[in-house]
């Protein structure tokens, strides 16, 4: 089930725009608040295209200002409903039996005080108003610092079970209960543990299945465990003792299928992976498997017992920071499986999976993807250059497609240099430069080199001048421009005449702007608009958030006055989705 989430509230001038077009997605999420990172525009991006075949629920009362085109088209919306503290009119009830999934998301506050749960009661849709609804998950925020938590009656736990009870009254054919919470664990939360404690409690014993366990304190996991049985998703922090999570990982080890940890040390893998005894503990039924440390620590040393593995199932490892199984292995026993192998593009990483031959054609047939991150550019063992990526590359040939490279800090003059290489690189969908500056020349050798490319995220683009040792029988064949484009004035419009690239620049839809000052507005918009034009599917900018405004209102101000308007038709899906 696709979902299509949205963060942001759409300004009038783009709800009037909506239309009833798109039909790939079956679930729509709405969260009032801004997220704070640009880094989610890309599942923003198709906003408020209004669907015809939504089949989720979703509650939240995160959506305070949501109060623009929602009462216009909810009648399109099957269904979504938004709680307090600012609700608004309930969808056309006519289409409420047609939701398969509720999501109710809501603040620990509204659930355990008396006002909250009132008013949750009152607003709540009436008993077997989901009857198709199967699955039925709850997501529950953390207090704030600074709430009264005097506040909190002792009756909490109590008013939480009444909520869920309401809940699963609407959906009473739901079978499948999901749980995931987000709580303090600072010592002087003490009341505010104990009363979370209890809630949690009162949740497990009124769920019939609890699939999904996210986060928690110790206090609430050492007295619920006995509760928590059929975990398939567990993902956790640990911060300085990690016994209890080991303990909920290892007691649910039969049923999960996903495992995320973080953590300020290696020690805690250890306690997953080996029993009380020193063998291995089976996960048999796990697929992904993501640690991550907070801090750099040493590798584990741990013994091999005669190819045996803890994760048979393997198909997806994700590590950062550093490769955290020492000179043992979790692809040990699993070499038949493992698909996706995620990890920080660092030289001891580096030399560990050479040494454990894992990009060798009989190690792992079915490895597919290999996606690369740079935690922090100032670590002198990090990969930071195109020539130690292209090695890199090299090692990996054919058998393991890169499909992202995440945070590359690269010098344009490289990327000039290192093109003429860019095969070994073509199956790259996203590509992320947060400090490179590109001119739009670069952007289309890019886009050229790398044929499936959809995601491009560098600094601001510029027009620039022909860069050194390349001339253009290297550009792209379809364009021929004018040198006057090199530097825009508002007053004479360049003239140019200009095609697409074909099949090179098909994949390729959005450009993510990370950062761009006030004075590179206009020359931004006129390399995003260019690239619009030789892309066909290119259908997305993302400015940075502080300055989003103004680049839309620049973005049409050119498009209708700077010589586009022959192409004003094929641009128009830049102005409603950007």
């Known amino acids: 089930m696709s979902t299509l989430s949205v963060f942001e509230i759409l300004p009038p001038h783009v709800v009037r725009k909506i239309v009833d077009h798109v039909s790939g997605y079956s679930r729509l999420s709405y969260n009032g608040v801004n997220k704070g990172s640009d880094k989610y525009h890309r599942l923003q991006m198709p906003l408020l295209w209004v669907c015809q075949n939504f089949r989720a629920v979703v509650l939240s009362n995160f959506a305070h200002t949501c109060t623009i085109g929602i009462r216009q088209y909810a009648r399109y919306i099957r269904p979504m409903w938004f709680s307090p503290p600012q609700a608004i009119d309930q969808p056309d009830n006519s289409t409420l039996h047609l939701a398969k999934e509720l999501i109710i998301e809501l603040d620990m506050w509204s659930v355990c005080t008396d006002e909250g749960l009132e008013y949750l009661l009152r607003v709540a849709f ?49 079978s499948e209960i999901e749980m995931v919470t987000g709580v303090l664990s600072d010592d002087s939360y003490d009341d505010l543990q104990r009363h979370l404690s209890d809630l949690l409690a009162q949740l497990f014993q009124l769920a019939t299945r609890v699939r999904h366990f996210s986060e928690g304190s110790d206090i609430i996991i050492n007295r619920q465990m006995g509760l928590v049985r059929n975990l398939v998703h567990l993902s956790y922090e640990v911060d300085v003792d990690g016994v209890n999570f080991v303990q909920l990982a290892r007691q649910c080890a039969p049923t999960l299928q996903s495992l995320a940890m973080e953590s300020t040390q290696n020690v805690d893998i250890i306690g997953l992976i080996r029993d009380n005894n020193g063998d291995y503990m089976e996960y048999p039924q796990l697929l992904m498997l993501e640690h991550s440390l907070w801090m750099d620590s040493e590798p584990l040393q741990l013994p091999v017992f005669s190819g045996a593995t803890p994760f048979p199932r393997l198909k997806r490892l994700f590590f950062k920071t550093h490769y955290p199984f020492g000179d043992d292995t979790p692809f040990r026993g699993n070499a038949g499986t493992l698909e996706t192998l995620s990890f920080t593009l660092d030289h001891p990483t580096l030399a560990t999976l050479d040494r454990h031959r894992v990009f060798t054609p009989t190690s792992h047939p079915m490895l597919r993807h290999v996606d690369t991150c740079i935690l922090d550019n100032d670590e002198p063992e990090h990969i930071t250059t195109m020539t130690d990526l292209l090695s890199f590359a090299l090692r990996i040939g054919p058998l393991a497609p890169m499909r992202k490279i995440d945070d590359l800090e690269s010098d344009i003059p490289e990327w000039i240099d290192m093109l003429p290489l860019f095969g070994m690189f073509d199956s790259i969908q996203v590509l992320e430069l947060p400090n490179t500056h590109l001119t739009l020349w670069d952007g289309i050798a890019l886009v050229k080199s790398l044929p499936l490319l959809s995601d491009l995220h560098t600094s601001t683009p510029c027009l620039g001048e ?49 950062e761009m000052r006030h004075k590179e507005l206009v020359e931004a918009v006129h390399c995003v608009l260019l690239m619009a034009l030789l892309c066909p599917n290119f259908d997305y900018a993302a400015p940075p958030s502080d300055i989003h405004q103004m680049f839309m209102d620049k973005l049409v101000e050119i498009v209708y006055t700077d010589g586009y308007q022959q192409y004003a038709t094929r641009l128009q899906r830049l102005l409603f989705t950007s």
């Open 466 to 514: 022909m860069p050194a040792g390349i001339d253009l029988a290297r550009l792209p064949a379809h364009v021929v421009t004018n040198h006057a484009l090199m530097g825009i004035d508002s007053h004479q419009p360049p003239t140019f005449v200009i095609t697409r690239l074909g099949p090179r620049g098909r994949r390729f839809r959005f450009w993510h702007i990370v």
């Open 126 to 174: 009436k008993d077997g108003a989901f009857p198709l609804v199967r699955s039925v998950k709850f997501l529950f925020d953390e207090f704030q610092e600074g709430e009264d938590l005097s506040a909190i009656p002792p009756n909490a736990p109590a008013n939480a079970a009444a909520f869920v009870e309401r809940i699963l009254r609407m959906a009473p054919r739901a």
